[in-house]
């Protein structure tokens, strides 16, 4: 790895690469995988054939294969399943790129009098010069140019100029050589020059990316396809390795074989797939595995292709006034230096933010599809958000660092949603998060509380709850949740919410529920001590939408 400096450069401490070029990186896998890797196959098509997927390879098929992983960009992804996956391929047509041009220029190093003492530079939207930017290419990685030269690399065209990409070879020389001449102080001509497109590109992250990521890998797990590269997540090769462990992780539970098996492999692959080094606490779950067996999926339905019958809903309500001030305000600052986080947050109206509210009496484990999101973001010694949904235990956590420090992750087995938890925490796994941007899914062994915290902050833990059935929310900042697609009948509504004090319990609070067909039921729940259920016996009950007040 090359890198600016002396001595070797570290993953995420400034701009790094391997010493032959990018190229290199998927080199060094196809070596590895020797004979198990075909180079130079073009899939021209992918299709479902009965439980699998046929790839069309050079105009042959091949399959059916259990899982299959896409790495293309978005557009030539949704090329190959337009005959076959429809749907996925519109969801993948729907995510933009630009076209982009980088212009490779070598000088006489005596030609040009900037020190080139930095990365290079960017262009602001608006000012003169139709480039994008530059990169001080010999400057950054010092084998980039002979000795007495050195090497510009500048990226024209993008989603601000995209059809200067297109513009011919000779033209995108010149008009690169033209712009860099003033901003850089050169005097005559580059002794190399070389132009490379790239179309599709870029991808770009407009508003709205989300919800065309969630379409397309809807679509895609609908098909039996693991969807990755660039066009979802993130553009770095960071961004790309840290999201391995979520792919190889998708790819498991496609594997019949394999799916029993999928928390001890999952956690025993991370070296391999997250490239830090981490490893799997020894908790002895491989041993009481017969103990802890996975739970089968939610049976979840899609609220657009399937009405549920006898179905209601349930605004909650949790609140807390008014909060222990102690309770309310930060203690400190953490090891990292940042404000530590307050053991309750409350509205200006009483509402708790982050209490889980689930259903006891539930017969039925059907509900309307819900995407809960069980990331866990580790940054400034600190693990948020406070309280996360996961949908089951097959979704497993996910772990991300947006810290420039390292990190050492520890994540820990609570118990069920109860108000006591037996024992100490069970470990799950221990392991260092090194990159920014970097990813590893810990894979869940049964529904309850599981906690996450950086090793170095003790009390900045992260709760992750996979409820018992697919009726769970979590409240919002206004102390707010609501529960769709239930069953008419009677429940209790049972609120959690994490432990407020040091090595104390969680608040736990239930009140009766009546849910009737079509209705809203509201129920309104509060923490204070000794004030169990604000709104009496039983929660109220109003129309739904389409009817009276």
């Known amino acids: 790895v090359a890198g600016k400096g002396p001595g070797p450069r570290a993953p995420g401490r400034g701009l790094v690469a391997p010493v032959a070029g990018a190229e290199a990186l998927p080199r060094a896998l196809a ?14 098509g ?28 978005a557009p030539a992804a949704a090329s190959i399943t337009k005959g076959g996956l429809g749907e996925l391929s519109s969801a993948l047509a729907a995510i933009p790129h630009a076209p982009i041009a980088a212009v490779h220029l070598g000088y006489r190093r005596q ?26 290419e010999s400057a950054v990685f010092p084998n980039r140019a002979p000795e007495g030269h050195a090497l510009v690399r500048v990226m024209v065209g993008g989603a601000r100029r995209p059809e200067l ?11 690169a050589a033209r712009e860099i001449a003033p901003l850089l102080r050169i005097r005559g001509e580059p002794a190399l020059a070389r132009a490379t497109r790239y179309s599709p590109g870029i991808p770009q992250y407009t508003p ?11 679509a895609a797990s609908r098909a039996g396809l693991v969807l990755a590269g660039s066009a979802f997540r993130g553009v770095s090769v960071n961004k790309l390795v840290a999201d391995g462990a979520r792919v190889a992780g998708d790819v498991m539970r496609r594997l019949p074989a394999l799916a029993a098996a999928a928390a001890v ?7 391999a797939t997250g490239c830090s080094g981490g490893k799997r606490a020894s908790t002895g779950a491989e041993d009481d595995a017969s103990e802890r067996v996975e739970p089968p999926p939610y049976e979840s339905l899609d609220p657009e292709a399937e009405e549920l019958d006898d179905a209601g809903a349930i605004e909650v309500s949790v609140a807390w006034l008014p909060p222990p001030p102690a309770l309310t305000r930060s203690s400190g600052v953490n090891p990292c230096g940042a404000e530590t986080r307050p053991a309750l947050h409350v509205h200006t109206t009483g509402g708790v933010e982050g209490a889980v509210a689930t259903l006891e009496g539930i017969e039925r484990g059907r509900a309307p599809g819900v995407e809960p999101d069980a990331t866990v973001v580790i940054e400034d010694c600190r693990a948020a958000p406070r309280v996360a949904l996961a949908p089951d235990p097959s979704a497993g956590i996910e772990i991300e660092s947006r810290a420039e420090r390292r990190h050492r992750v520890e994540v820990s087995y609570l118990g069920g949603l109860d108000a006591e938890w037996a024992g100490e925490p069970e470990p799950i796994a221990e392991f260092a998060l090194p990159l ?17 915290r950086a090793a170095a902050s003790a009390g900045e833990r992260a709760y992750v709850v996979i409820p018992p059935h697919p009726y769970a929310a979590v409240t919002d900042s206004m102390g707010r949740a609501r529960l769709e697609g239930v069953p008419a009948g009677r429940y209790e509504l049972k609120i959690w919410h994490p432990p407020v004090e040091a090595g104390g319990a969680p608040l736990v609070r239930s009140t009766p529920v009546v849910v009737k067909d079509g ?24 129309e739904g939408e389409g009817g009276g007040g």
């Not at 070596?31 to 021209?44: C, K, N, P, Y």
């Not at 990409?165 to 008009?175: G, I, Q, R, S, Y």
């Not at 000794?530 to 929660?539: I, K, L, N, P, Y």
């Open 111 to 136: 030609d040009i009098a900037h020190p080139l003492d930095g990365f290079g530079f960017l262009v602001a939207p608006g000012e003169a010069p139709s480039i994008l930017g530059a990169v001080f």
């Open 208 to 218: 709205g990316h989300a919800e065309r990521l969630a379409r397309a890998e809807n």
């Open 165 to 175: 990409a297109e513009t011919p070879h000779d033209e995108l020389v010149e008009l």
């Open 46 to 73: 992918i299709r479902r054939h009965g439980d699998g997927l046929v790839l069309e390879v050079n105009g042959q098929e091949r399959g059916p294969y259990a899982a299959v992983v896409s790495a293309l960009p």
């Open 265 to 271: 492999v999952g956690v025993l692959a991370w070296p």
């Open 436 to 452: 920014v941007g970097q990813r590893f899914r810990v894979p869940a062994t049964a529904p309850g509380v599981y906690a996450a």
């Open 31 to 44: 070596d590895e995988l020797g004979e198990r890797v075909t180079l130079g196959a073009r899939v021209e």
């Open 519 to 542: 209705e809203v039921a509201s129920a309104s729940v509060s923490l204070a001590a000794g004030d169990a259920v604000a709104d009496g016996e039983t929660a109220t009950v109003r």
